[in-house]
């Protein structure tokens, strides 16, 4: 004859309390090691696209200077001047505190933030061309 409680142990169906805490504990200690890994990858990545787009436009500025002669002239056309030298559009500032911009400030130091912290910086009298930001200002 069954009882009462051996027909609940047989017919039992779900979760207890206890089973649930246990997978939602396993799962917050995977996030919580996985997270840091992720968000470091991205800085990462942020960075090498920056150095890459500085790459590219200091050789199209060496390109320039290659046909032309001397140093593009200002930072207000070196956008366009630089157009047949670059495949596609002029990178804009991937890091830094104005991410996103294309715009570029001309400075005589390239070891300070110029311009209110444009984008890019450039150097006319040197060809220097660099991230105009405090923190990247060594590459």
Not at 2 to 28: D, H, P, Q, S, Y
Not at 107 to 132: H, K, R
């Amino acid at each position: 004859m069954k009882t009462k409680a051996n027909c609940r142990a047989t017919n039992r169906r779900g979760f207890t309390l206890v089973e649930l805490v246990v997978v939602v504990l396993i799962m917050g200690i995977i996030a919580a090691v996985a997270l840091p890994k992720m968000t470091s990858s991205t800085t990462v990545a942020k960075t090498n696209a920056a150095k890459q787009s500085l790459l590219t436009i200091r050789d199209a500025i060496e390109l320039y200077k290659a046909n032309v002669g001397t140093y593009p002239p200002d930072s207000t056309t070196l956008t366009t001047v630089l157009k047949p030298y670059l495949k596609g559009p002029f990178p804009a500032a991937p890091i830094g505190a104005n991410a996103g911009n294309a715009t570029v400030a001309t400075g005589a130091d390239p070891a300070s933030v110029v311009g209110g912290g444009a984008g890019w910086a450039y150097t006319v009298s040197t060809g220097d061309f660099y991230m105009n930001d405090a923190s990247s200002l060594a590459w």
